[in-house]
């Protein structure tokens, strides 16, 4: 008996589901923790909790969190006493192919620069290496990777040649082929749309991005990566042709085209209005700092008019991990606290937002009990601050985030090491 594709992923999502779904053995009363998280200023905006609270983790998964857990009942203490704790971090847009992309940093290397337990990484590889990240990259990393299918067959293997020049990189069925064989890692397809990566190509990538997540039939959907478009009115045709739930990334950039022109979302001030027009019907804006594409005078003008950020991410890589920006996540994080956003906003763009986005919403971004246990422990290091966009504007602020500690499926990055030790 034959079995539809659709019918197989249903299957394996329903088998994943029921193993992430914290089917474990009760605690009995002489049970103790594997790790509480103890004494730290909690911050969880998928559950409105916000206060002092001790976290108990069991068997990879949130067993409990209470006003007090007694110490003795656990087989290692981590002490959060004056840090705020919050979800694992969820960066929408990083760069975590290694060795495969030509601008990829090992995830595990940035946690203790991001505080991120999920990285997603942003169209590193096309249809004709996403088998190599997935066996040789995810299998080896501690932090829980999912990823964008660059429409382009070889993601940014070419890096710095763009991938687009020649739209016959762009391969449709090759790209839905690699979405649906990888649906449990793979969200959909990544398309860069600046004039230097497709050239005089116009909306045909995008048309075939889109039209690969579609023939994949996993309601995939597609980051649009902009940032020196063509023209005014290629922009406007790509918003408007974003789908509700497809990413805008780089939303807020402010690098010119090839001719040196501003082609982005605001024009003399004003946000286009299809820009308007697309974050109303529901695509999301995302942040992608990067090493060139954000700007404050862009996103003031958008936030003035209603398009303000659905997420926050770092578009960290070799390149933008580099400039004065200093894109890692808490740093991106706190560029937003600058701008006026209250912490618990800022903390949902990069937690619960990114996780609903991402289609798990239920057991990411969150510190419910049975989801799986990422935490990050983070400073709030409050006093003058400067900050600089990625085309020199300059903004003060009075208080910043810092990583102090990260904890992965229940694992400590570093102290208290756990025994026997074990990831996921």
Same mark, same amino acid.
């Given at each position: 008996m034959s079995l $539809?594709?659709?019918? +197989? /992923?249903a299957g394996t999502a329903s088998i994943a589901a029921f193993a992430a779904s914290g089917a474990n053995a009760a605690m009995g009363p002489n049970d103790k923790f594997d790790l509480i998280i103890k004494g730290g200023d909690v911050l969880d905006p998928s559950q409105n909790l916000r206060g002092k609270r001790d976290i108990g983790i069991r068997f990879g998964l949130i067993e409990a969190v209470e006003n007090d857990i007694p110490a003795d009942r656990a087989q290692? @203490? %981590?002490?959060?006493?004056?840090?705020? @704790?919050?979800?694992?971090?969820? &960066?929408? *847009? $990083? *760069? +975590?192919?290694?060795?495969?992309?030509?601008?990829?940093?090992?995830?595990d290397e940035l946690v203790a620069h991001q505080g991120t337990t999920t990285c997603v990484s942003a169209g590193d590889a096309g249809a004709n290496n996403i088998a190599i990240f997935r066996r040789h990259i995810v299998a080896q990393t501690r932090t829980r990777l999912l990823a964008f299918v660059h429409i382009a067959n070889f993601g940014l293997a070419s890096f710095p040649v763009p991938e687009l020049y020649n739209i016959d990189f762009a391969q449709v069925d090759a790209a839905?082929?690699?979405?649906? =064989?990888?649906? &449990?890692? +793979? /969200?959909?397809?990544? !398309?860069?749309m600046s004039e230097n !990566? #497709?050239?005089?190509?116009?909306?045909e990538p995008l048309k075939r991005a889109i039209l690969a997540? =579609?023939? $994949?039939?996993?309601?995939?959907? #597609? %980051?649009? *990566?902009?940032?020196? @478009? =063509?023209? #005014?009115? /290629? %922009? $406007?045709?790509?918003? &408007? /042709?974003l789908r509700p739930g497809d990413i805008l990334t780089h939303a807020y950039s402010g690098a010119p085209n090839i001719g040196g022109q501003f082609t982005n979302i605001v024009q003399d001030g004003k946000l286009l209005p299809a820009a308007l027009a697309a974050k109303q019907r529901g695509v999301i804006f995302d942040v992608g700092h990067g090493g060139g594409s954000f700007d404050y005078t862009v996103c003031e003008a958008a936030m003035r008019e209603g398009a303000g950020p659905d997420t926050i991410s770092s578009d960290i890589h070799v390149f933008s991990g580099n400039t004065p920006g200093m894109p890692y996540l808490t740093w991106v994080m706190s560029k937003f606290l600058g701008l006026g956003f209250p912490l618990e906003q800022v903390v949902a763009m990069a937690t619960s937002a990114p996780a609903k986005i991402i289609n798990r919403g239920d057991k990411l971004g969150t510190l419910k009990v049975g989801a799986p246990a990422d935490v990050a422990l983070l400073d709030v290091v409050e006093g003058p601050v400067s900050f600089v966009d990625t085309r020199n504007n300059t903004r003060e602020g009075k208080v910043h985030l810092r990583p102090f500690a990260t904890v992965a499926g229940g694992v400590p990055f570093g102290r208290p090491y756990m025994s026997p030790f074990a990831t996921r």
């Open positions: $539809s594709r659709r019918a +197989v /992923l290692r @203490v %981590m002490s959060a006493s004056g840090k705020l @704790v919050t979800p694992g971090l969820i &960066d929408l *847009h $990083s *760069h +975590v192919f290694p060795y495969g992309s030509a601008i990829g940093i090992p995830a839905a082929k690699a979405i649906a =064989e990888n649906a &449990d890692i +793979v /969200l959909g397809t990544k !398309v860069r !990566v #497709v050239a005089k190509n116009g909306l997540c =579609e023939r $994949s039939g996993t309601n995939g959907k #597609v %980051m649009c *990566h902009i940032g020196g @478009v =063509e023209t #005014v009115a /290629l %922009m $406007s045709q790509i918003l &408007d /042709l």
